[in-house]
């Protein structure tokens, strides 16, 4: 079983046991993931990011994938799929010779 | 190759072509998961989630698992792994039996 | 007239006037502050905090206070009265001897 | 002395008894704003607009306000001024005669 299968089984299998389908639509799940990225953020307030603590990391960033597998999985999207196209696209907006060691935004290239 | 890796091969390639390992740290890389959540959010912004746009939710969503990749990868986490251990510990935070059909927050259960 | 009442003047003229009231839900509003934020934060991507650009700054930090004080309007608050509430009830959370020059969370001084 | 002075006074007293202008960089300043903003998102998190609770609702608006002023303060910002700046701007990207009754961003006007 691939390991992306692995994930999304268990999500669901944990979703369903407590009946939460009912709440997961796209909108409110798009929130979670903001959310959960906002508590993840919350980690290196005030810090430097080498004084954030690993553990709770994992936690959050865990939980910012749960959500985002769930949404993917709401529209029957490909993870792989979506990330490798959105790389493709990306690979256009920001051209290598033009992008190369600066972080601008690709509208300010 | 295992989709993992390949999602991650063609992150660090992109990544590496342009020089910007330099700025990823996990700080900015938490804040660029934050701002992609935040983007994707938009889409449902003054609207149902019916009537979002799934062209444009696969390219957001795409965002938001590129820099969780690639903040999983900076911390060598195996997202599989955080997944499933988050998921065992939400099971203790929501009992099926108190949690099942309802949406509370686990303090409030 | 004061300075909070030409704002909520203003803002709400311009709603009005776009006969966008309908849209403007607590819960959309909530949306868009957050939304605001993120774009605010996107200006310091990447960046040390010096190397923001100002004028953009004010535009963003603009958009987060307009949604902020259309929600406060929506429920009718006193803007001054919730700040210095919360201020209050802030300093039992964070008491000047625990909190004096550290900034850990509350639940974790 | 005006609302917007009293709200100051409060909010930079409070921050100086706890000796943590240190930490209030505008860079993290507007990860707090973010991170707020979020909490106040969460009260909406699997519900529809009316089942939030208003009490927690003071407080986060309360949050958001308050970290939002404390950026203003550190550029020195005048909130009315930018605010009205911003909302003429806004008149420029959605003419009346184009924006009225409908929800779509300017772009897609």
Chains 1, 2, 3, 4 share one sequence.
Do not use: C, T
């Not at 997961?24 to 953020?41: M, T, V």
């Not at 960033?61 to 799929?81: C, H, I, M, Q």
């Amino acid at each position: 079983m691939s390991d992306f299968k692995q994930i999304y089984d268990a999500l669901i299998k944990f979703r369903n046991e407590r009946d939460w389908e009912q709440f997961h639509n796209p909108k409110d799940l798009s929130l979670a993931i903001s959310i959960e990225a906002s508590e993840l953020l919350e980690l290196f307030l005030w810090k430097k990011a080498e004084d954030a603590n690993i553990e709770k990391i994992k936690d959050e960033l865990a939980d910012v994938f749960s959500f985002a597998f769930l949404l993917a999985d709401k529209y029957k999207l490909d993870v792989k799929e979506i990330v490798l196209d959105k790389i493709s696209k990306n690979a256009i907006k920001y051209p290598v010779e033009k992008a190369k060691g600066n972080a601008k935004k690709y509208n300010e290239l």
